[in-house]
């Protein structure tokens, strides 16, 4: 190794050391402001893992020597300005200034970043941590350690994936046989999402609760980085060694692994939250917001990585992209998205844009089959808690049912990796189907649908105007009303409704909970549902996957009726004298998700042609506002 690489990992040394047997008068001044002022053992720690992974590579070892010795140096003259340090100091001398402690904490944030970039950086230029193999028809994953397998992310070029339950738990695997490489600490929290660099070796996770991202290693789950001020990773460039951060403050960051320098994105609009790297010889990447993007080219130049502009781009119809990440199609000429309640598409070569007529026959979600083929969901009339898996082409404008007898589950999107994933009693990934029927055209499918619907709203409004006849010539009791809501009737009858009622949604997976402690069985959470007034009267709907106690606090509004859905039973206060219906089985908390399609679905055939005006969901939900500004 070079000398000067030598000297460079001496200096770094001596920082950490105190360099008790050094002669302290041959020492340079920076280096005794180092050694008096030492970084923290973290930085060591990252330093040693660097320079481990570019073990095989003596040129980066030198550039990583040389840039550290750079940086501690400027470390030293930071957080000495105006203060004279002569040759003939000791450390315990620089010592005793008391020189300001939050400088060398800043400047060893800088350190600490400058050595997680380049981590990051080493990692994406090393092969596939496993080696992308077909899933077939169906691979099924096994459970392991994890106490129920709920989602799942995946590695676009790499056999990997990282598998989540939902206790919070999570484990890096092997795809397709699901054998574990590493399990991660349970940091993963209700409010997290992650991404994985293309060869599967950073694993990156975003946790909107806390404002957090950190970059893993994959491989064996050590903490990279803790990037501070960052809300998520928007893009991955392994062409060029690099990658495009998101900052909380809306701004938008380029990080070069191979310096490890952060700057500002010379193209990338403010609040960038979209992203898509697009298969072809130039590294070319789309990023922008919901409807304004930027089509772009990275590359390496002597100075470092620069961004070039290809076209600026303009979604016009619709409601843009409303939540993932647009999915690159036709080799990169077309991409489509989450336009919710359709699928949304970008021609990147005419600039052109828009949804293709996929709702109400179909939920928004999808995933990529190949460069012309998705799969989706249609929504079932006849069993609302079910869905039909079908193949839609995107260039032939058709769709074809699939066997459905291997398709149960909820359907969960493989990003720009061909493929998909489900889940319901057990979890399992495919990148193949089997359609049991000749393509026909998407418009016809859904005009069928549309009919269906319609008939289906007239028959509810039939059966409502029917029972509001027969209640006519009534007068049920109120204590009739409280036995129906004690004995949480199925398939509920709403007669007498206000026909000008409005019907407001709420959802969630669990109530949150405030414990940190995951032993024992679960207990309901409360969760309050605060009710303003409308003006008209309202109909609540209420969904939970696990058990909840749903806390009413009306402020004002006329409650005509409450309609209560879960996989578990869950109970509610506060309604007064409105009946307490339990609706089904279904739940939802995401917009947009088959979940949300099927419970809206049940909804709508209990209320008739009443307008449902809102939906509000959260994973793990507190309190929610119905009414006035909601």
Known sequence: MKTSVMLAAGAFAVALSGCTQINEAMMPVAA???????????????RDRLLGLLAEDSKQMESVHAQLESRMALRALSCTQNISISRLSTVASVKKLGLDQSCFQAQDQAVQTFLGVRSVGALMAQPPLRPLKPAGLRSVLPRGALSYINFGIFARDAGVAVLRDNAGDAAVVELPSGAVITKLPRMMTNAWSSRMS??????????????????????????????????????????????????????????????GALSPHPLAARNASFAATLPGSQTRTLIGTSHELVLMEHTRTASGLQASEVRRLRITSGSGITSGQPVPMQQGKLVVFTAHPNIGWLNLESGESGNFRTSPAFGATSAKLDESRLLVDSNDLQNPVQSNPWVFDITAQTVAPVDRAEMSGILIQTAERPG????????????????????VPLDQVAGEYEVQLQLAKLKALAQMEAAQAAAATSSPSVSGQASNRAAGMAGPSLPGLPRDAQVHMVGVYEGHNLSTSRTGPRQPQSIRVILRPTGKPVVLALSSYESVRWVLVNNGANIAAVLVSGYEPSTVTGASNAPVLRSGSNYAYKAGSPEHMRWRQEIQQAVGPLDIRSFQGQYSGTEFLVGGGS
């Open 420 to 439: 998909f994933m489900r889940r319901a009693n057990e979890a399992w990934v495919a990148d193949a189907v089997q359609p049991t029927a000749e393509p």
């Open 198 to 259: 293309p060869n599967g070796r950073v694993l990156v996770v975003q946790d909107s609760s806390q404002g957090s991202v950190t970059f893993f290693d994959s491989a064996t789950g050590y903490r990279l980085w803790d990037a501070p001020g960052i809300q998520s990773l928007l893009s991955w460039l392994p062409e060029v060694g690099g990658f495009v951060l998101a900052e909380r403050n809306g701004g938008t960051v380029l990080a070069d692994g191979l310096t």
């Open 32 to 46: 005794k402001v180092n050694a008096a002022y030492p970084p923290p053992p973290e930085v060591q720690a990252a």
